[in-house]
Every structure is written in C-alpha cells, then in structure tokens.
C-alpha cells in the first residue's frame, strides 16, 4: 500500500512539472511568439524564458537554486556553456544560472514535444546527430549567434547517460567550437538534477538543486589540435565534483 501511494505522489509530482512547463508558454504565447520573429529580439524572449518559465518551473517544482559561482562571466561576452546532463530540469537550471543570453544547441527530436518544441525549434540551434552535413551547419549557425553577442550551450555528453553512469564520455562539437570561435568554456556541474527529477518515471521530489560554475577554460591561443586535451580536462573538473 505505501509503494502505490509513492507511485501516484510520483505520478503527481511528474504531471504537476509539465503544467508548469505548459501554462507560462500559454500565457505569454502572443509575447514570446512576437520575440521569436526577428533574431533581433531573441534578449527579449530569453528573458522572458528565464524569468516567467524557467524560474517558475524550478521553484513551483520544489526546486530551490543553490549557485556557486568560482569565475563571475562578464556581461556582454560570449561563452560556451557546458554542464552534465541527467534531467530536463537541465534547461530551467542553465537558463536559471545565466543572465547572458545565450541559445541552445539540441538534439532536433525534442522539436516534437507539443507546445514546447514550437519554440525550441524557432530559438535553438537544432542538431541532426546522425548527419555530417547538420553537424557542420552548427558551426555556422552558432558564429552568427555568436557575432550578435549571445553565447552557446552544448551538454556534450550528447545525451543522457545510463542510470549506473555518473558522466558519459564528452563529444568534441563544443570544445571545437569554442575553440574555432575563440570563447571561454565555462565548466558546470549540476549535482541534484537527477536525484529531483530524472529520467526514470518513478523517482524525484522537491528539494535543493546545487549548481557548481567553476573557473573558465580560455581557448584564445588553443588550435584545433587541442580540442581532445580540453574536453578531457573540462570533462576532469564536472567528473571529480561529482565524484
């Protein structure tokens, strides 16, 4: 009797997330449709999917933000935003996290979730993983992001990991980028995401989620030659925090 009252509170807790992802993008619908016409505005609807999405989330979940911030990033500078990936409580965090606008680069699938992927796919640089000729139009797509100031965000595991894996291997697209673009990563490790809400549907509950963002990798007089050694050592710093 008590594992079918945790299920359902489960179930509850689970549902409850996805009205709260749902009725801020029915509310704001004419606003953040307007801020996705023009790449011009894109600040405006960042702020606003900060601000009246993504805090709402984290916080109407239970989830309260802890933020540690060993290097403070500068605002109007570009950055390539990295972090481990376990939960969708990824995205709220990250937009949580950081007050300079950046875009997301993403996997295309995620354009297929109703309401939420109308926008994802107006606003994120969308990623075809299987398909060389997507993987390189990346690169360009972001360089133009990049000239208007934005940053990127890349979870480079390139997925989520399996239950029993702490950090899967990283890929190389954003070490390479940043790399090619000349930007600072910027290291973050996510310690609760998974233990609040991942991925297995029976789990989670409210309660602090603790962001750690650590000193800045700068790429300046890095080549491409240099892309594996910095993601192993980015990978090196979010590994032996989570550890």
Not at 72 to 84: E, F, I, W
Not at 217 to 237: H, K, M, P
Request: proline residues 5%.
């Amino acid at each position: 009797m008590v594992g079918i009252i945790r299920n359902v509170g489960y179930v509850l807790y689970r549902v409850w997330f996805y009205v709260l992802v749902t009725v801020p993008i029915l509310l704001f619908f004419p606003f953040l449709l307007i801020f996705t016409i023009s790449e011009k505005t894109y600040p405006q609807f960042f702020w606003l999917a900060r601000n009246l999405w993504a805090r709402p989330i984290l916080y109407g979940m239970g989830c309260f933000p802890k933020i540690v911030r060993e290097q403070k990033m500068k605002r109007g500078k570009s950055y390539m935003l990295v972090a481990n990936h376990t939960s969708m409580l990824d995205i709220m965090l990250m937009l949580h996290v950081s007050r300079n606008p950046f875009v997301f680069v993403g996997k295309k699938e995620l354009v297929n979730i109703p309401i939420f992927g109308f926008f994802y796919k107006r606003v994120c640089i969308l990623v075809d993983r299987e398909n060389v000729r997507s993987r390189t139009g990346v690169y360009r797509r972001a360089q133009k992001r990049l000239d208007q100031g934005l940053s990127i965000c890349i979870f480079p595991e390139g997925g989520v990991p399996k239950e029993e894996v702490i950090l899967d291997k990283f890929k190389d697209g954003a070490f390479k980028m940043a790399i090619a673009h000349k930007i600072p990563v910027v290291p973050m490790t996510f310690m609760d995401n998974k233990k609040r809400f991942s991925f297995t549907f029976y789990s989670g509950g409210p309660g602090q989620i603790r962001a750690i963002i650590h000193p800045f990798f700068e790429t300046g007089i890095l080549s491409a030659e240099d892309t594996s050694t910095l993601r192993e050592e980015v990978r090196g710093v979010i590994l032996k925090e989570l550890t």
